[in-house]
């Protein structure tokens, strides 16, 4: 039985080494040229092997080649596709004074300024030479009469010496922009003003995307024509075609926080409405062979059209890859296993973008199929009813458990939480959400009746209402969630190898599987005591580094006291971003809340004496002259301060404006006094 699975599943076993050499690539460095002579050597050596030495005895041989052969073809790909690897790069070329850039996506409007992404298609030097080269951007320009005029196919001229590298996080444990946008093989940006760029004729655009693009247009104006409600058309956006840049943060979040975050991410639930519905319409097509075969096609092509709609986000295309390759095996008379179709989906993708493989939800969408497919048949089996309604609500349930089970451990490792009432929460939203995609999809369909479409529109949007606040009355509810949860990347994968060895061990019922589950459950339980252990030692004082503002912690042991201006406290989302997780790192479970003010403050921390400063001069006696640390964090006449003062140390604060910040430090090096301006490199830290 276990030799006839592998056989039936062999695209499983070459996607495992795969996918390990596209991690080491990922997380080891690797050499290019190495790594492919390596791959090049293994697979001949393979294909040797198949051919002249075909007897059993070397299986084994031929097995170990294989595998070598696609581990060492993992790591060549990601190199080969890593941009900064190729010859032609724009930042290979010194002598570029100018790029010529095509804007190959629909711009996002922020609240400041306009974030387009861009291809480098030549750069021009002094001379006005044009060369081709290549090269990802990401653009941010600020938002005036002439930005709002950009769009999709746009070619620009722009200054190369504008363009930076995308900068490393500034505090610690701080979203890891700089590795997001590596994944999408963008490493450099540039923020523009409208005379920095020079908008040209020409237009160079794809006719396929233009049309995908002009068709969300017109989805996005037919929702908000007849939803007449910005909240809720963004949330109907990302139900129909996967578009959430409109969503209001708090939404998210409730959704986030309950365990429904999935339904606003267009995935394989969309896809396998769109499947659905198309065999139902078309199911007079199977009369006959030929006409069958038609449907088939007109199938996949309306799911790659659909999948185009959504921008071909990671989740739906596992989706429609899976279906794609489950149609064709129906068209050819072949018997499909779902976890071989779900491995060929897996490697197709990773073959297009190896990055894919970094991608959330591409993670959390194969592993809530592989959880749905492998364990939801023995979740259900746990409850028996005779009644039709109870059956088709324990289905959902038992889907949800399954899909949670081989989930959790990324939500804990992303999300830093756990939604407690995630069976409820699902079973409303569910089917709710299905309604309400089902009534934009006729909606769309007679968006030219308009009595029609006020009328769905009406019924979208008090659909949309009702799921809203349905999600943020189960938010509320006590203990609806735990979050501040954080584990490492090592521990998420010993939480999944201890649930893939205790599954084992309640369907096998082999003491093994349970043995080596407490040994991973031990491996896990040790790295948190380790972390715990150093968080309790934990003395120190962090500046973080967050423009314009000033927010400076000092943590002893599991508590920490916090001074932070009142509009960064107030701003949620920036609190989020910046400090949050690092708060959750430290592991602080009691946080006193300062806030900034004109006085001058002056602390004693681990017998360090430390001022802060106010407005204007502060009254001080001899005792108080000499200062460990002086954090400045407003305008300051730092030449008369010093002359009351001698600080050991001097912190420059980020809220500090730039040119107010040049003149201290060029004071300070003068007085040959040590100091640190936070808004110059990475958050201040200090052990006490």
Same mark, same amino acid.
């Given at each position: 039985?276990?030799?006839?699975?592998?056989?039936?599943?062999?695209?499983?076993?070459?996607?495992?080494?795969?996918?390990?050499?596209?991690?080491?690539?990922?997380?080891?460095?690797?050499?290019?040229?190495?790594?492919?002579?390596?791959?090049?050597?293994?697979?001949?050596?393979?294909?040797?092997?198949?051919?002249?030495?075909?007897?059993?005895?070397?299986?084994?041989?031929?097995?170990?080649?294989?595998?070598?052969?696609?581990?060492?073809?993992?790591?060549?790909?990601?190199?080969?596709?890593?941009?900064?690897?190729?010859?032609?790069?724009?930042?290979?070329?010194?002598?570029?004074?100018?790029?010529?850039?095509?804007?190959?996506?629909?711009?996002?409007?922020?609240?400041?300024?306009?974030?387009?992404?861009?291809?480098?298609?030549?750069?021009?030097?002094?001379?006005?030479?044009?060369?081709?080269?290549?090269?990802?951007?990401?653009?941010?320009?600020?938002?005036?009469?002439?930005?709002?005029?950009?769009?999709?196919?746009?070619?620009?001229?722009?200054?190369?010496?504008?363009?930076?590298?995308?900068?490393?996080?500034?505090?610690?444990?701080?979203?890891?922009?700089?590795?997001?946008?590596?994944?999408?093989?963008?490493?450099?940006?540039?923020?523009?003003?409208?005379?920095?760029?020079?908008?040209?004729?020409?237009?160079?655009?794809?006719?396929?995307?233009?049309?995908?693009?002009?068709?969300?247009?017109?989805?996005?104006?037919?929702?908000?024509?007849?939803?007449?409600?910005?909240?809720?058309?963004?949330?109907?956006?990302?139900?129909?075609?996967?578009?959430?840049?409109?969503?209001?943060?708090?939404?998210?979040?409730?959704?986030?926080?309950?365990?429904?975050?999935?339904?606003?991410?267009?995935?394989?639930?969309?896809?396998?409405?769109?499947?659905?519905?198309?065999?139902?319409?078309?199911?007079?097509?199977?009369?006959?062979?030929?006409?069958?075969?038609?449907?088939?096609?007109?199938?996949?092509?309306?799911?790659?059209?659909?999948?185009?709609?959504?921008?071909?986000?990671?989740?739906?295309?596992?989706?429609?890859?899976?279906?794609?390759?489950?149609?064709?095996?129906?068209?050819?008379?072949?018997?499909?296993?779902?976890?071989?179709?779900?491995?060929?989906?897996?490697?197709?993708?990773?073959?297009?973008?190896?990055?894919?493989?970094?991608?959330?939800?591409?993670?959390?969408?194969?592993?809530?199929?592989?959880?749905?497919?492998?364990?939801?048949?023995?979740?259900?089996?746990?409850?028996?009813?005779?009644?039709?309604?109870?059956?088709?609500?324990?289905?959902?349930?038992?889907?949800?458990?399954?899909?949670?089970?081989?989930?959790?451990?990324?939500?804990?490792? /992303?999300?830093? $939480?756990? !939604?407690?009432?995630?069976?409820?929460?699902?079973? &409303?939203? *569910?089917?709710? @959400?299905?309604? %309400?995609?089902?009534?934009?999809?006729?909606?769309?369909?007679?968006?030219?009746?308009?009595?029609?479409?006020?009328?769905?529109?009406?019924?979208?949007?008090?659909?949309?209402?009702?799921?809203?606040?349905?999600?943020? /009355?189960?938010? $509320?509810? !006590?203990?609806?969630?735990?979050?501040?949860?954080? &584990?490492? *990347?090592?521990? @998420?994968?010993? %939480?999944?190898?201890?649930?893939?060895?205790?599954?084992?061990?309640?369907?096998?019922?082999?003491?093994?599987?349970?043995?080596?589950?407490?040994?991973?459950?031990?491996?896990?339980?040790?790295?948190?005591?380790?972390?715990?252990?150093?968080?309790?030692?934990?003395?120190?004082?962090?500046?973080?580094? &967050?423009?314009?503002?000033?927010?400076?912690?000092?943590?002893?042991?599991?508590?920490?006291?916090?001074?932070?201006?009142?509009?960064?406290?107030?701003?949620?989302?920036?609190?989020?971003?910046?400090?949050?997780?690092?708060?959750?790192?430290?592991?602080?479970?009691?946080?006193?809340?300062?806030?900034?003010?004109?006085?001058?403050?002056?602390?004693?921390?681990?017998?360090?004496?430390?001022?802060?400063?106010?407005?204007?001069?502060?009254?001080?006696?001899?005792?108080?002259?000499?200062?460990?640390?002086?954090?400045?964090?407003?305008?300051?006449?730092?030449?008369?301060?010093?002359?009351?003062?001698?600080?050991?140390?001097?912190?420059?604060?980020?809220?500090?404006?730039?040119?107010?910040?040049?003149?201290?430090?060029?004071?300070?090096?003068?007085?040959?006094?040590?100091?640190?301006?936070?808004?110059?490199?990475?958050?201040?830290?200090?052990?006490?």
């Amino acid at each position: 039985m276990y030799q006839s699975f592998w056989h039936q599943v062999p695209f499983v076993r070459f996607l495992l080494p795969f996918v390990l050499g596209i991690s080491t690539s990922i997380f080891l460095p690797c050499t290019f040229s190495i790594s492919f002579v390596g791959f090049g050597i293994s697979f001949v050596g393979f294909i040797l092997v198949y051919i002249f030495l075909k007897r059993f005895k070397y299986a084994v041989l031929n097995g170990f080649l294989l595998t070598l052969t696609l581990y060492l073809f993992g790591i060549s790909l990601n190199l080969y596709q890593n941009e900064l690897f190729k010859n032609n790069h724009f930042s290979n070329h010194i002598s570029a004074k100018y790029l010529i850039i095509n804007i190959d996506e629909p711009a996002v409007e922020k609240a400041k300024s306009f974030k387009l992404h861009a291809k480098v298609l030549a750069f021009m030097d002094s001379l006005q030479t044009q060369q081709i080269c290549t090269g990802n951007l990401m653009l941010y320009v600020a938002k005036d009469s002439i930005s709002k005029q950009l769009k999709y196919g746009d070619v620009l001229i722009i200054k190369n010496n504008l363009i930076r590298d995308v900068p490393a996080p500034h505090n610690p444990d701080e979203f890891n922009y700089k590795r997001y946008l590596q994944f999408h093989n963008i490493h450099f940006q540039a923020y523009l003003r409208s005379d920095d760029f020079i908008k040209t004729d020409l237009q160079n655009t794809n006719f396929l995307f233009n049309w995908v693009y002009d068709v969300q247009k017109y989805f996005k104006q037919t929702l908000s024509k007849n939803i007449a409600s910005a909240s809720e058309t963004g949330v109907a956006q990302a139900l129909l075609y996967g578009y959430d840049d409109e969503i209001d943060p708090d939404v998210v979040q409730a959704y986030s926080n309950t365990g429904t975050l999935h339904v606003l991410a267009v995935s394989g639930m969309h896809v396998g409405l769109i499947f659905m519905i198309l065999g139902w319409m078309l199911k007079f097509m199977d009369k006959s062979k030929r006409t069958k075969l038609f449907k088939h096609i007109i199938i996949i092509i309306s799911l790659w059209i659909y999948s185009l709609l959504c921008g071909l986000s990671p989740s739906i295309l596992r989706a429609t890859v899976m279906f794609t390759f489950i149609i064709l095996g129906q068209m050819v008379n072949r018997p499909t296993n779902v976890y071989n179709t779900l491995a060929i989906s897996a490697f197709t993708l990773l073959c297009v973008d190896t990055n894919m493989i970094a991608n959330v939800g591409f993670q959390l969408s194969y592993m809530a199929v592989v959880g749905i497919v492998f364990l939801q048949p023995y979740v259900y089996e746990w409850f028996e009813t005779e009644s039709w309604l109870m059956n088709e609500i324990w289905k959902i349930t038992s889907v949800s458990i399954a899909a949670q089970l081989t989930t959790f451990p990324l939500g804990l490792l /992303y999300f830093h $939480q756990f !939604p407690n009432y995630f069976l409820f929460s699902n079973l &409303i939203i *569910i089917p709710l @959400t299905t309604i %309400i995609i089902y009534i934009g999809i006729v909606l769309i369909v007679f968006s030219k009746i308009p009595i029609i479409a006020m009328l769905l529109g009406k019924l979208m949007y008090w659909g949309i209402l009702l799921t809203n606040a349905i999600v943020k /009355y189960v938010e $509320q509810m !006590p203990f609806s969630y735990v979050n501040g949860i954080h &584990i490492s *990347i090592m521990q @998420t994968i010993f %939480i999944f190898a201890l649930l893939a060895f205790f599954i084992a061990y309640f369907l096998l019922r082999r003491s093994i599987y349970f043995k080596l589950g407490l040994m991973m459950s031990c491996c896990f339980f040790g790295l948190q005591a380790a972390q715990s252990f150093e968080n309790y030692a934990q003395h120190k004082i962090i500046v973080y580094n &967050i423009s314009s503002h000033t927010s400076i912690n000092f943590i002893n042991k599991n508590n920490s006291i916090l001074i932070i201006d009142s509009m960064l406290w107030n701003d949620k989302n920036k609190v989020r971003f910046h400090m949050q997780q690092h708060f959750w790192h430290s592991g602080i479970v009691q946080q006193q809340i300062v806030f900034t003010d004109t006085i001058w403050k002056q602390l004693l921390v681990q017998n360090k004496k430390i001022f802060l400063s106010g407005n204007g001069l502060p009254v001080l006696s001899n005792q108080d002259s000499l200062v460990d640390i002086l954090i400045i964090k407003n305008k300051v006449k730092l030449k008369d301060l010093l002359a009351q003062i001698y600080p050991k140390q001097v912190i420059i604060t980020s809220s500090v404006k730039p040119y107010m910040a040049k003149a201290m430090k060029d004071l300070l090096n003068e007085k040959k006094i040590p100091y640190t301006c936070v808004g110059d490199s990475i958050a201040f830290q200090l052990s006490l």
